[in-house]
Each structure stands twice: as structure tokens, then as C-alpha cells.
């Protein structure tokens, strides 16, 4: 699974450093080419010496040291890999990797990469559940980033609970899981859609939704991870794009939105709209700010394209077409029809009053509602999990 995968093992400054040797070790044993990145705080722990030794390689973890092989060594090292794994994670790498701080050789490089990076967290339990950490690890997850999970158990601390990095052979378990899950759309096309567009109703104001573009865009960093190229069409949204996309378009209505998804629509294998798009628009658009009068005001609404109606029109027996149902009542009935009048494969719905299931959340709670009349029930998660879940039934539908 790993033959001949060019592996970063990224050590920062923990206690768990000394589990990074016997890591190192198992993926060179599993056939991976390792290069092992330190950081200063990580050879206090452990050296650059058993590295070097333990993998065949040069160990870097120095920014001003004097280059041997690369021209720009963090960005040569970064284009290099195919997998970048920080382990153990401590909650100061997992701060600056998610706002994009680059003071080191390591963060650095994160930074440049657009391998897949997998942290695994190791740290005091109340700093890996502290708010601060759990919000860096959600965001880095909605970016595309992969997290191993720490496990529970008597901490070097002496405290108990969650933040211990994971065996060696877990690990590496871990990252042999994401190879493979990366090869299963290599050669396909994903087209998918995010966030909520705007209908301008002046210079100024417009009409908009509450689309955070979080579903979406994990729904694309999922596939991307599985070695698709990726298309991500997107409206307003409330986070980055995720790294490793083939193409990302920025648009603001729906009309725009139209036009986007059809150019790459054709020659889409699966297509996926997770996008929350305005039905309506102003029917006249004022040149100049609307000024305030005593008066009411009253906007005439148009329709707007049903985009996802003329895609389940256009749609060829190879293609795989998945719709989203955000309502706030009767879920099952307007998902259901849906479904019908739109030609999809199946439709996720979701309710969205519901707590934990918002669109500016990072968890949903859904329901996959297929062609067959089954209903797939699925409990709170976060939407980067639901993601991995939806790409799996798409490529079911796939083959």
C-alpha cells in the first residue's frame, strides 16, 4: 500500500516525539521513501541523528541551514510528497497551520504543500478539548486536512483522557487507510457546488441566504483526497477553499452559477450541488443606492434558472447526480419530490432548524433519500465526516 508513497513526517515538540521514531520506522518498513521534518522544539525531545539513521534520509529542521539538494528546500520538499504527516501534533503546530503562520521549517512548508496532511494530535487532555484546539482542528478538517484521532488513557502529565498520540502501527494504519481511500476516484471528475449566491438589488444591498459553503467545500476536500479532480463552483462562502481542487470558480448569482457548473458539467462523472441558491432575483436592479422614504418599499421577484432541474435533464446514464434538500418542515415530502421532479440519484436532506444541523455549524444531521425509496438516517456528525459518507454512496452509484 505504501511502496515507493514519498512520505513527510512532520516531529514538533511534544513528549510523544519519541512514538515519531518507531512511525518513521514502520512506514519505511511498509515500503514508504520518509523525510523526516523537525521542528527546534522536537530535538529536545529526540535527535535528527536516529532519523537520519532510522530512515536513510536527510532530516531538515533548520530554515537558514545551508541547502545540499533542494534550490528552495521547503517548497521543493513540499512539492516532493505525496503525504505529509505531522505526528505527534502539538496544539501550537495545529494553531498556525489552521491561521497560516509560517516561523519555522515546518509550518512553513505546510503552508506550500498541496499534498495530503494528516495531524495527529497528541497533547494534556485539557488542552486537546480546550475551544481554541477544537476550533483549529475543525477548521483545519473543513480545509482538507485529515486527523487522526488521539487516544485515551494516563497521560505523560499525569492527567487522564483524550490526547495521547495513537500506537505507531495505528498510525500508520491510519495513513495506509487514506492511500487507499485516495485511489478510488483517481481518473473521475467531481463537479460540486457550494455556498449561497447573492441577487443584487443596488450597489449596496442584495438578497442572500445563510450558506456557510462548510458542507460543500468538505464534501470537495473529500474528493479531492480520493484522487478526483475537482471542480468547486462556489457563492458566498464562510471558509477557504480546501487544498488539492483541479479548478475553483468564484461566483456571486445564480445565473453566474448556471453558467459555471455547465461549462464543466459534460464531461463531470459525478456532480454534486451543495449550494444554497437564491430561487428568486430583483426584477430591476437599481444603478444607485435606494435611498430611504417614509413610504413601504416593495420588491418584484423573478424567477431564477432552476439549475439543478436543467443538470437532471441534461444528465447521461454514466453520470451520478446528487441534489441537497435544506428545509425547515416537512423534510421527507419536499425531499422526496425532489428528487422525482429533478432526476437525481438521491438527494441529501437535512432539517435545518434542527441544533447541530445549521448551515453555519460545523456538524449536520441528514438523510440520504435514494431512487430505490430507501431513507438512510444518519445521526449528528461533523460534516467533514457526512462528506466521506455522501462521496461513498456517490461512487457506489458510480459503478
Not at 489552521?98 to 498541496?114: E, P
Not at 495527529?120 to 475551544?131: G, R
Not at 424567477?303 to 418542515?329: C, H, M, W, Y
Not at 449536520?364 to 461533523?382: A, F, Q
Request: aromatic share 6%; charged share 25%; hydrophobic share 45%.
Amino acid at each position: 500500500m505504501l511502496k515507493d508513497k514519498k512520505i513527510i513526517l512532520g516531529v514538533t515538540g511534544g513528549i510523544a516525539a519519541y512514538k515519531a521514531v518507531e512511525i518513521a520506522s514502520r512506514l519505511k518498513k511498509a515500503g514508504a521513501v520518509v523525510r523526516v521534518v523537525m521542528t527546534e522544539e522536537a530535538k529536545k525531545f529526540v535527535t535528527e541523528l536516529t532519523f537520519r539513521e532510522i530512515t536513510g534520509q536527510p532530516v531538515t529542521s533548520d530554515m537558514w541551514a545551508e541547502i545540499q539538494h533542494y534550490s528552495v528546500a521547503h517548497i521543493s520538499l513540499a512539492e516532493w510528497a505525496d503525504l505529509v504527516l505531522v505526528a505527534p501534533a502539538t496544539a501550537n503546530i495545529l494553531a498556525k497551520a489552521d491561521v497560516g503562520i509560517a516561523d519555522d521549517f515546518l509550518s512553513t512548508m505546510l503552508l506550500a504543500t498541496k499534498a495530503i496532511v494528516v495531524y495527529s494530535p497528541a497533547m494534556n487532555t485539557n488542552m486537546f478539548n480546550h475551544p481554541a484546539t477544537q476550533g483549529h482542528i475543525a477548521s483545519l478538517k473543513a480545509k482538507g486536512a485529515r486527523i487522526i484521532e488521539p487516544a485515551s488513557g494516563v497521560l505523560a502529565c499525569g492527567a487522564v483522557g483524550a490526547g495521547r498520540l495513537p500506537e505507531p502501527v495505528d498510525v500508520v494504519e491510519a495513513v495506509e487507510k487514506i492511500f487507499a481511500v485516495k485511489q478510488s476516484l483517481a481518473g473521475k471528475k467531481v463537479l460540486v457546488t457550494a455556498g449561497g449566491t447573492i441577487e443584487p438589488l443596488d450597489p449596496i444591498r442584495f438578497i442572500a441566504n445563510h450558506s456557510s459553503g462548510r458542507q460543500g467545500y468538505a464534501i470537495a476536500a473529500e474528493a479531492a483526497a480520493r484522487g478526483a479532480e475537482v471542480v468547486l463552483v462556489s457563492g458566498q462562502a464562510a471558509v477557504e477553499p480546501p487544498v488539492g481542487l483541479a479548478k475553483f470558480v468564484k461566483v456571486d448569482t445564480t445565473r453566474q452559477m448556471r453558467e459555471a457548473v455547465l461549462a464543466d458539467f459534460d464531461d463531470a462523472d459525478i456532480i454534486i450541488k451543495a449550494a444554497a441558491v437564491a430561487d428568486y432575483r430583483p426584477k430591476t436592479v437599481a444603478a444607485n443606492k435606494i435611498k430611504k422614504t417614509d413610504d413601504d418599499f416593495v420588491i418584484e421577484l423573478e424567477r431564477n434558472p432552476d439549475i439543478l432541474k436543467e443538470l437532471g435533464g441534461l444528465k447521461k446514464s454514466n453520470q451520478v447526480l446528487v441534489g441537497f434538500a435544506a428545509e425547515t418542515q416537512n423534510l421527507l415530502q419536499y425531499a422526496q419530490s425532489k428528487l422525482e421532479k429533478k432526476n437525481l440519484d438521491f438527494i441529501v436532506a437535512n432539517d435545518v432548524s434542527k441544533p447541530g444541523a445549521g448551515f453555519q455549524g460545523d456538524t449536520n444531521i441528514i438523510k440520504i433519500l435514494s431512487r430505490d425509496g430507501s431513507v438512510e438516517e444518519l445521526p449528528l456528525m461533523t460534516k467533514r465526516e457526512l462528506s466521506a459518507i455522501i462521496m461513498d454512496r456517490a461512487e457506489a452509484k458510480l459503478k
